[in-house]
């Protein structure tokens, strides 16, 4: 098959759409189809090495600090785009290279299926300059959906103002993201907590629940030690880990709030928090990250953004993983931190299917009392800390990343069947 993902997150950027995408591209051409990567450039001087990667010149921050929006002229898009003779449209992202994606398939007559990877209507309500966007997605819609001059009209009235920026945005994004959403052939969600939501907008799509793959990110006992040395940690430490951006949406606060009462039961207790803030100048992001500095005097570890092939041996030199957060769609680190055999202690049990309550991990409220409770639960007992080990193991094993690419494969063929299209196979 020739396949083309859409997206306005990639590499060298390393957030959890950019590390899917990539994930599937590379073990669908493993299998041996083609896949074309449709994407902005990090900025204005890069050079893309790879023929099968579509770049689109990009600046910074027009909708909000980390968005790229991409400069291109659609024709000559377009025509770039039909020669790649394309036999599936996968598009993974509700911006500028997104809605190419959604227009091209629409335009060519290809299957077109979507990534809903982004809870947006959480989202919004943590970052709230994020309003113009979801204007602008409201707007294009019709435009790209091919819709009447009704569903013109509809989108003026989704973007009337609310009582609060937050009724705002979240309305704009629920009626915005569902239209587009009804125009795909199939939607894939990541997680059980997105098919739901979806189903409840009363969302008129067929809705498939598909992970990320993950593997095993390896290391070796070397660079275990190694780092133990370098971040001071003890081999009695009992480490508690977290790896993600430093943003409110993480809903960091309750980690902090529970590492006080976990540390004054167990002085051994070590934090250690692996990640960075989004951006410099993302000023909720930076205090979180100030928040988190303070705690170091308490024990915490702040280690600042490590590269994604390093993070085995922070798995590994762990002895239980905690993801508070309550805005993320599959958790991609939940499953590393699975298949590097640690027990998960987590809030939002729809987010991933690789943790099972009381088997591998523990689901906790979202109080910090409750938290440090399951926490302290697996810390002092060596027997229930490695039985969850090895289940972690195990249930992560059903989740790699060749697993997964061959469930995204059939749903392919599946579709290109029902347009009667030729499949290019190996």
Not at 192 to 202: E, I, R, S, T, Y
Request: hydrophobic letters at 40%; one cysteine or more.
């Amino acid at each position: 098959m020739r396949i083309g993902f859409f997206t306005d997150n990639y590499l060298p950027g390393r957030d959890g759409i950019a590390i899917s995408v990539e994930t599937f591209r590379a073990e669908l051409e493993k299998m041996g189809h083609e896949v074309f990567v449709i994407a902005p450039s990090p900025n204005l001087r890069y050079k893309e090495e790879s023929k099968n990667i579509i770049r689109f010149p990009a600046f910074k921050g027009l909708f909000y600090e980390d968005y790229l929006t991409s400069l291109f002229f659609p024709p000559v898009a377009l025509k770039q785009i039909d020669e790649l003779k394309l036999d599936i449209v996968h598009y993974h992202t509700l911006g500028q290279v997104g809605f190419l994606g959604a227009y091209y398939g629409m335009k060519r007559n290809l299957p077109i299926i979507t990534t809903y990877h982004t809870d947006y209507y959480q989202y919004v309500k943590h970052y709230k300059k994020t309003l113009p966007g979801v204007i602008a997605l409201s707007l294009l819609t019709p435009a790209i959906t091919g819709g009447s001059l009704k569903d013109y009209r509809q989108a003026l009235l989704n973007i009337r103002p609310q009582k609060t920026i937050d009724d705002w945005n979240q309305k704009i994004v629920e009626k915005g993201v569902k239209s587009l959403l009804e125009g795909c052939d199939v939607v894939i969600s990541p997680s059980k907590k997105m098919k739901d939501q979806l189903v409840g907008w009363n969302t008129d799509a067929r809705i498939e629940i598909l992970p990320t793959g993950v593997d095993r990110i390896p290391t070796t006992k070397e660079k275990i030690n190694l780092r133990r040395e370098e971040l001071g940690i003890l081999k009695e430490d009992k480490v508690i880990a977290f790896v993600g951006r430093l943003g409110k949406e993480k809903n960091l606060n309750l980690i902090l709030e529970a590492y006080d009462i976990i540390k004054a039961s167990n002085p051994d207790a070590r934090l250690l928090v692996i990640g960075g803030a989004g951006s410099q100048t993302v000023e909720a992001d930076i205090d979180e990250k100030n928040k988190i500095e303070q705690y170091t005097e308490k024990g915490a570890i702040f280690t600042g953004h490590i590269p994604h092939d390093e993070l085995g041996s922070l798995y590994e030199l762990s002895d239980v993983f905690a993801f508070p957060s309550l805005t993320d769609t599959q958790g991609l680190v939940i499953n590393e931190a699975a298949s590097a055999g640690l027990p998960i202690v987590m809030i939002d049990k729809d987010i991933t299917s690789v943790v099972e309550n009381n088997i591998n991990g523990i689901i906790a409220k979202p109080t910090k009392e409750d938290l440090a409770k399951a926490i302290l639960k697996i810390l002092n007992s060596d027997e229930l800390e490695t039985s969850m080990s090895k289940e972690s193991k195990l249930l992560a094993k059903q989740f790699t990343e060749r697993k997964q690419a061959e469930k995204l494969e059939i749903l392919y063929k599946e579709l290109l069947a029902k347009y009667d299209k030729t499949i290019h196979l190996k």
